[in-house]
């Protein structure tokens, strides 16, 4: 039977085992996502925009949501091959120790069916006795090793089911939680463009206004802070390729789930730019702030991650004079803003 067909019928009787192994098992619900009943109209052109930022921050949520199950998706798929190859390799390793017992008895039985060591008690010849003696040690020895070898490679089996099934239900579980982020993203940027939708020209041309005035006003205040007069790190060799790659993408939509060529979300950015840089980085923006080294504001260089707000739902790349790359929200492009024009939580550094 070829590899690829024993392979494909291993990752069926894994699917099988799944099934079988935890009859009337129910994965559980994914935590529940925040309500999407429509909030209270807004009054003013004030309360549009933060409403709108509030439905844009929840969906930027969901997407990091939707991002980490997805690449815990891709390592559980990947996992579930191995295994399956495991499996494939195990069960031909127990066919050639079952041929190895079966030649080892078939032996036995043309020699009249008694024991090595009962035809050995039967010879008159010394030197034939004790070289019968030596080979019935051998004999016993090897029984011994290929018993061993099959009980060995029996729970390494076993083993490999047990995982490729915790396997299958994570990678289920993962499943369940992507179409729930799913739909609560296109959920909530749904209701910010409808938002968007119901206002006029010119109301539409105000809230810009006020948007670009509230990223200026908080970049002015970060930056009267001093807080760069100590931030003059110099950019290592990848991250100025990181720096370089991310740039280089100025003007490319924002799609949330993204990762290139052509669209990015926030994370999909910075970690795409440095695997570009040769040192690949987590996915997520909150997989970047837990994994990542931090460092200190006034220690940040070109090519650190500066991310953003209490829960780290946003990243950008710094790229020196106060300004961060980044892909902004659903209905912008990549672009370069003030470092200071959202909530700083900290700065991570890919390689230090």
């Known amino acids: 039977m070829p590899k690829t067909r024993r392979l494909a019928i291993a990752i069926a009787l894994v699917c099988a085992l799944t099934a079988v192994a935890a009859p009337g098992t129910a994965f559980a619900d994914p935590a529940p996502t925040p309500s999407t009943t429509a ?31 997805e690449e815990q998706t891709k390592e559980q798929s990947a996992m579930i091959v191995r295994l399956a190859q495991d499996i494939v390799k195990g069960q031909e390793k127990i066919k050639r120790l079952k041929d190895q017992a079966g030649a080892t008895a078939r032996m036995q039985y043309r020699n009249g ?90 109301e539409r041309e105000r809230l810009a206004e006020l948007e670009r005035k509230k990223e200026f006003d908080s970049q002015t205040a970060w930056l009267s802070t001093g807080v760069l007069k100590e931030v003059n790190g110099s950019a290592s060799e990848q991250g100025k390729k990181a720096v370089k790659f991310a740039t280089d993408q100025i003007g490319k939509k924002y799609v949330w789930g993204a990762a290139g060529p052509d669209t990015f979300d926030c994370s999909g950015l910075t970690s795409q730019a440095w695997l570009a840089a040769g040192h690949p980085v987590p996915r997520t923006s909150q997989e970047q702030w837990a994994q990542l080294p931090h460092v200190a504001i006034k220690d ?6 500066v991310i953003y707000f209490a829960d780290a739902t946003h990243v950008g790349m710094y790229i020196g004079d106060g300004a961060i790359v980044h892909a902004p929200r659903p209905g912008r492009n990549v672009t370069i803003t003030g470092a200071g024009s959202m909530p700083i939580l900290g700065v991570v550094r890919p390689d230090k």
């Open 39 to 69: 909030p209270a109209q807004p009054r003013t052109l004030d309360e549009v925009s933060k409403q709108i930022d509030d439905l844009y921050r929840q969906a930027a949520a969901a997407t990091d949501a939707y991002n980490l199950a």
């Open 113 to 202: 069916g008694l024991p090595p060591g009962a035809q050995m008690m039967l010879s008159g010849d010394p030197d034939s006795f004790l070289t019968g003696a030596d080979a019935l040690r051998q004999g016993q020895q090897a029984a011994q090793g290929l018993l061993g070898e099959l009980d060995r490679t029996q729970a390494e089996l076993a083993a490999y089911s047990k995982d490729a099934t915790a396997q299958w239900q994570n990678l289920e579980a993962n499943r369940a939680k992507k179409e729930a982020a799913k739909k609560d993203i296109t959920e909530k940027i749904a209701a910010a463009e409808k938002l968007q939708s119901q206002l006029k020209e010119e």
């Open 300 to 305: 940040m260089r070109p090519g650190d991650l």
